[in-house]
């Protein structure tokens, strides 16, 4: 019988949402913890919302790209075994038990990444290495813009991509050809996110499937404004000529807000 026709119950949980000892939810054993619950309580859905990596104001509906994954959400633990990071290379606490400190965790856990990947393209097994530029390959449509994207972000100490220099915000061929060569390391390191937060969710999605609950997400209908697909694809946004949304998306006054919603996302030119 298909999910869609059988009647069936679950929770709504964001991973971020669970408690562990890296200061914020990951796709790790706390994961696999509450499958175990939901299994257990007879659930047989899990749904979460966006695991896209965050931007202004940490929300999952305003992320820096529609395809990439989280780099917060990867687990530290797993790429301690697959010998990425040292063991005990971080400390351990049940941090955010209560709530999320997004700032703190954003400047701990970009540190031990960063160390993660640096150690990954030294001494990582050959067959590691190849796994990794096979997904590289694959992924390449949206994967090449996102990582020189976020590189070019970290370069320019987070500034979103409509207040960088003139010729990387235009994507200047000249820009971006040195930006590649000068950011590669940087460059290759968001690759790596990518590609092992691609083997733990697809890992954990197994694991789910396993115990007969299936994972569904909830994928926005719009792109944040400061995102790689906005700068990668202008000519698919209804745009201005400095590269500002003409009209931008929203809701009307309802039952809910009296005087509407304005989101902000910039429109697709549908044409």
Same mark, same amino acid.
């Given at each position: 019988?298909?999910?869609?026709?059988?009647?069936?119950?679950?929770?709504?949980?964001?991973?971020?949402?669970?408690?562990?000892?890296?200061?914020?939810?990951?796709?790790?054993?706390?994961?696999?913890?509450?499958?175990?619950?939901?299994?257990?309580?007879?659930?047989?859905?899990?749904?979460?919302?966006?695991?896209?990596?965050?931007?202004?104001?940490?929300?999952?509906?305003?992320?820096?790209?529609?395809?990439?994954?989280?780099?917060?959400?990867?687990?530290?633990?797993?790429?301690?075994?697959?010998?990425?990071?040292?063991?005990?290379?971080?400390?351990?606490?049940?941090?955010?038990?209560?709530?999320?400190?997004?700032?703190?965790?954003?400047?701990?856990?970009?540190?031990?990444?960063?160390?993660?990947?640096?150690?990954?393209?030294?001494?990582?097994?050959?067959?590691?290495?190849?796994?990794?530029?096979?997904?590289?390959? #694959? %992924?390449?449509?949206? !994967?090449?813009? +996102? *990582?020189?994207?976020?590189? /070019?972000?970290?370069?320019? =100490?987070?500034?979103?991509?409509?207040?960088?220099?003139?010729?990387?915000?235009?994507?200047?061929?000249?820009?971006?050809?040195?930006?590649?060569?000068?950011?590669?390391?940087?460059?290759?390191?968001?690759?790596?996110?990518?590609?092992?937060?691609? #083997? %733990?969710?697809?890992? !954990?999605?197994? +694991? *789910?499937?396993?115990?007969? /609950?299936?994972?569904?997400? =909830?994928?926005?209908?719009?792109?944040?404004?400061?995102?790689?697909?906005?700068?990668?694809?202008?000519?698919?946004?209804?745009?201005?000529?400095?590269?500002?949304?003409?009209?931008?998306?929203?809701?009307?006054?309802?039952?809910?807000?009296?005087?509407? %919603?304005?989101?902000?996302?910039?429109? +697709?030119?549908?044409?």
């Amino acid at each position: 019988m298909s999910i869609f026709t059988q009647r069936r119950s679950g929770i709504l949980l964001h991973p971020t949402a669970l408690s562990g000892p890296e200061g914020i939810g990951t796709l790790g054993k706390e994961a696999r913890r509450f499958i175990d619950f939901l299994a257990s309580a007879g659930q047989s859905l899990w749904q979460i919302l966006p695991l896209g990596p965050v931007g202004y104001g940490f929300s999952p509906y305003s992320t820096l790209s529609a395809f990439a994954g989280s780099p917060l959400l990867i687990d530290l633990e797993t790429l301690e075994a697959e010998g990425d990071l040292p063991v005990e290379s971080f400390p351990r606490q049940q941090s955010n038990r209560d709530r999320i400190d997004f700032e703190a965790t954003i400047r701990t856990k970009t540190a031990l990444l960063r160390q993660a990947a640096d150690r990954f393209f030294v001494s990582a097994p050959e067959e590691r290495i190849s796994r990794f530029h096979h997904f590289c390959h #694959e %992924q390449a449509a949206w !994967l090449d813009d +996102y *990582a020189l994207f976020q590189a /070019v972000r970290n370069d320019q =100490d987070g500034l979103p991509w409509m207040e960088w220099p003139e010729p990387l915000r235009a994507r200047s061929s000249t820009a971006l050809r040195e930006a590649r060569l000068r950011l590669s390391e940087e460059i290759h390191r968001q690759q790596y996110y990518q590609f092992v937060f691609v #083997e %733990q969710w697809q890992t !954990l999605k197994a +694991y *789910a499937n396993e115990k007969g /609950v299936s994972v569904f997400g =909830d994928i926005p209908i719009f792109v944040a404004e400061d995102s790689a697909d906005v700068w990668a694809h202008p000519e698919i946004f209804l745009l201005d000529n400095r590269g500002k949304p003409s009209k931008v998306a929203g809701v009307p006054p309802d039952y809910f807000s009296e005087t509407g %919603q304005r989101w902000g996302n910039p429109l +697709y030119d549908w044409k």
